[in-house]
């Protein structure tokens, strides 16, 4: 693949978008913000007005959008993508949003006899920024292997997890579980504090015991005992309160939708839903432990 339409250049998109141009792809780029845009076009991006240009005469569309209303319209509304692509075009959305969505964008392409992928990222921007990425991609086999070099320069680790909107739903439910075991992590450590055990030796003990898992090992919400989550720098994001109430609430209505038992994703989504609501949106989701243990939050 030699050249690219790319729309939606934020905070991921953007660092994805350089590092095609760094692997020597032209990209046409489209977002409506002026500061997002500016910046990938300096890095050498064509700028482009509207997503239909982004559309016309690429060998693949990628977008990196806020949320599920976004895809549906940038890819079927007025001046969409569907409208305006080329044939033979290979399209990739990389937001994360509903399954139902990505199914119901996949199946308007293919009527178009377009191959489209949903394939929603794990990895954060410094994932972005690096090419590290984690593609979790949902598609025909065939638009697979068409679309593997694409994202294996934006990413390390790309991995078919079945047919379209299947991306979704791996990370939807990757992050269900997230959610909920950054609160039971968190209220452990709320639980410790009140019975008067200090949280380093929680940590030194429950790493090594079956209380183990990555919001323990990899991201402790408190600081001190793993220097490099964000508890050490003020709750600075990371992946923030936001983006994780976000996911929540999508594994919330997927669980309602399709008859999952998933009481405490219920919980959970409350809670984070409460401390964004609280004003600390743009703290890491680890900040949920200030929450429960009734702390104060750092300045954002
Ligand atoms: P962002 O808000 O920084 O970027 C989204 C971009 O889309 C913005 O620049 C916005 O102007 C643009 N946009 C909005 N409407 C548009 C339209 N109609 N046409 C074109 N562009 C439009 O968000 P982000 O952090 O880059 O996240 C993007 C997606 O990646 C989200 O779905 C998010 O859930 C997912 N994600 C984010 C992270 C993270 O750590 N930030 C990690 C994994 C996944």
């Given at each position: 693949m030699k050249t690219v339409g790319f729309i939606g250049v934020g905070n991921m998109g953007g660092p994805m978008a350089r590092n095609l141009l760094k692997a020597g792809i032209k990209l046409k780029a489209f977002d409506p913000a002026e500061s997002a845009l500016a910046a990938v076009v300096k890095a050498g991006a064509e700028r482009v007005g509207a997503p239909a240009d982004a559309a016309k005469g690429v060998d693949a569309v990628v977008t990196m959008l806020p949320a599920g209303p976004h895809v549906s319209d940038?890819?079927?509304?007025?001046?969409?993508?569907?409208?305006a692509v080329s044939p033979g075009t290979l399209l990739i959305d990389s937001s994360t949003i509903d399954v139902e969505t990505a199914r119901a964008t996949t199946a308007k392409a293919r009527e178009r006899g377009?191959?489209?992928?949903?394939a929603p990222v794990s990895g954060g921007v410094g994932g972005a920024e690096a090419g590290t990425l984690t593609f979790m991609v949902g598609g025909s086999a065939e638009a697979f292997r068409r679309g593997e070099p694409l994202l294996q320069k934006m990413g390390k680790t790309i991995i078919h997890a079945g047919g379209p909107g299947n991306g979704q739903a791996a990370k939807i439910c990757n992050n269900m579980i997230l959610g909920i075991s950054m609160v039971a992590v968190s209220e452990g450590f709320a639980l410790a504090e009140r019975l008067?055990?200090?949280?380093q030796t929680l940590f030194n003990i429950s790493s090594k015991s079956s209380g183990q898992c990555w919001s323990m090992?990899?991201?402790?919400?408190?600081?001190?005992?793993v220097p490099t989550s964000p508890a050490n720098r003020g709750y600075q994001p990371g992946f923030t309160a936001a983006m994780m109430a976000k996911d929540?609430?999508?594994a919330l209505q997927a669980s309602q939708a399709n008859g999952a038992t998933a009481p405490l994703c219920g919980v959970a989504a409350s809670l984070y839903d409460l401390l964004c609501k609280s004003g600390q949106s743009g703290l890491d989701f680890s900040s949920i432990v200030l929450m429960l243990t009734g702390k104060s939050f750092p300045k954002q």
């Open positions: 940038v890819y079927g509304g007025k001046g969409g993508v569907l409208a377009l191959e489209m992928l949903d008067g055990l200090d949280a090992t990899t991201y402790c919400p408190v600081p001190g005992p929540m609430k999508l």
